[in-house]
């Protein structure tokens, strides 16, 4: 099984709600990603998570609130979103999150996110 | 020194044509240079990978070509079919710290039938 998988695939949402998307890889992956993409532009890191701990956060503001239950699983919390924050948001997965290791990152089909 | 800088930003092959899409950086750090496919609404998929220790790697028809002393690297596509029309990104990570990539700003391909 080499597949990303993210739920939900098309999300709307105003700008009090809460509500949370979901990445789950079953390749035994330590390494997972969050990534936010606006049109026609290229992926823009948000977070890294090495071995189930947050490694890497890209100053992205605490309306995004990333979680790892477990190695197999990513979450991303979303509260008081703003309209600009409408875009791709896609998870990924890399086999060992050391830059030394073999760097392949897997990419999951990504969540639409429309904030109203 | 983080930036991968990516050219053309759109390109119109005709089918059976060669597509070639460049990108060059100026961190020696980076030590993997991937190439990603993106069709439109889908999430961007690996589409061949190359290590600075060589300077071609093929994979049926996609070939990178890889040159150190220039820092750069590109993508061939041979024979352009229609089905290769997406968007491109050219990506590089660095041989320490945690695995992230620096992604090129994107190649948009058509191919025409």
């Known amino acids: 099984d080499t597949e990303v998988t993210q739920t939900p695939k098309h999300l709307v949402m105003g700008m009090t709600n809460k509500k949370s998307l979901k990445c789950e890889q079953h390749m035994g992956h330590r390494a997972m990603y969050w990534y936010k993409q606006k049109a026609k532009k290229p992926p823009e890191l948000m977070f890294v998570?090495?071995?189930?701990?947050?490694?890497i956060n890209e100053s992205v503001p605490s309306r995004f609130s990333p979680e790892c239950p477990n190695s197999s699983l990513l979450n991303l919390h979303l509260h008081a979103l703003q309209p600009e924050d409408s875009a791709l948001y896609l998870c990924?997965?890399?086999?060992?999150?050391?830059?030394?290791?073999?760097?392949?990152?897997?990419f999951g089909p990504g969540t639409r996110l429309t904030v109203l | 020194q983080q930036q991968v800088k990516q050219s053309p930003q759109s390109l119109i092959v005709q089918k059976g044509g060669i597509s070639i899409i460049n990108c060059a950086y100026e961190?020696?750090?980076?030590?993997?240079f991937p190439w990603y496919q993106q069709f439109p609404g889908k999430g961007p998929a690996l589409l061949i990978a190359i290590r600075p220790d060589v300077s071609e790697k093929k994979e049926g028809r996609f070939t990178i070509s890889f040159n150190k002393s220039a820092k750069q690297f590109s993508l061939h596509i041979m024979d352009s079919q229609p089905g290769d029309s997406a968007t491109y990104f050219c990506a590089a990570s660095m041989n320490s710290g945690y695995s992230t990539l620096t992604f090129g700003k994107g190649t948009m391909l058509l191919v025409s039938p």
């Open positions: 990924a997965s890399s086999q060992n999150p050391s830059a030394s290791s073999y760097n392949e990152q897997f």
């Open positions: 998570y090495s071995y189930e701990k947050l490694s």
């Open positions: 961190n020696t750090a980076f030590d993997y």
